[in-house]
């Protein structure tokens, strides 16, 4: 089972920021957050990680709680092309290995 | 070039058939995936290989047969597969397994849609 957990779906009007909530409660102290989208059909991307300190890049900005408890995706000025399901994604212990598993994501839907 | 490549993009096979799908990167990634997805589901982890080796089979079903030929190639081989089976098929890759950080962000390929019928 994956350790996060997220709202099922959110709605953004396009140019407005877009913030995705992930609560990890259980992240161990060495453990990434990794956030990933998946439009229609299409494989995953890649958006952003983080360990500790937020993180920005041309994408999207990741603001980690000082708990380490959640995170927040923020997409600073959301467009239609911003639609898709958003993964948050922490790694998870399974019978002695350690292995990515999604959980069920958030999907956003941008709307004009 | 940060692609992952899979074929084919579609596949239609009934349930006697063996197929194989592909999927190659040339990023010097040296841990490739196999996940599969279901509709209105979040992709599944299916096997991981790390250094050409097998390292995690999620209890896949044998009908299912992974082959990493390469470092750069990752082969998925069906045989006396069932309509249940029918899913999109994603193979990613990423630098080193178990690292975290930038060596553990996984490259994914577009998928190959496969029906059983």
């Known amino acids: 089972d994956a350790k996060t957990t997220q709202p099922t779906s959110m709605d953004c009007a396009e140019g407005r920021a877009a913030n995705l909530p992930c609560n990890h409660s259980?992240?161990?102290?060495?453990?990434?957050v990794y956030w990933y989208r998946q439009i229609h059909s299409q494989g995953p991307q890649y958006i952003i990680h983080?360990?500790?300190n937020n993180e920005t890049n041309e994408m999207a900005s990741l603001i980690i709680t000082e708990d380490r408890k959640s995170s927040t995706l923020i997409l600073p000025h959301a467009t239609l092309r911003d639609t898709a399901v958003y993964y948050c994604?922490?790694?998870?212990?399974?019978?002695?290995?350690?292995?990515?598993?999604f959980g069920k994501g958030t999907m956003l839907l941008v709307s004009p | 070039d940060t692609e992952v490549t899979q074929t084919p993009k579609h596949l239609v096979m009934g349930m006697t058939n063996k197929k194989s799908l592909k999927c190659e990167q040339h990023?010097?990634?040296?841990?490739m995936y196999w996940y599969k997805q279901k509709a209105k589901k979040p992709p599944e982890l299916m096997f991981v290989?790390?250094?050409?080796?097998?390292?995690i089979n999620e209890s896949v079903p044998s009908r299912f047969s992974p082959e990493c030929p390469n470092s750069s190639l990752l082969n998925l081989h069906l045989h006396a597969l069932q309509p249940e089976d029918s899913a999109l098929y994603l193979c990613?890759?990423?630098?080193?397994?178990?690292?975290?950080?930038?060596?553990?962000?996984?490259?994914f390929g577009s998928g190959t849609q496969l029906s059983v019928l």
């Open positions: 259980t992240i161990s102290g060495n453990e990434y």
């Open positions: 990613a890759s990423s630098q080193t397994p178990g690292q975290g950080g930038n060596r553990e962000k996984l490259f």
């Open positions: 994604i922490v790694r998870v212990m399974n019978s002695g290995y350690s292995t990515l598993t």
């Open positions: 990023m010097g990634h040296r841990a």
């Open positions: 290989y790390s250094y050409e080796k097998l390292s």
């Open positions: 983080g360990l500790k």
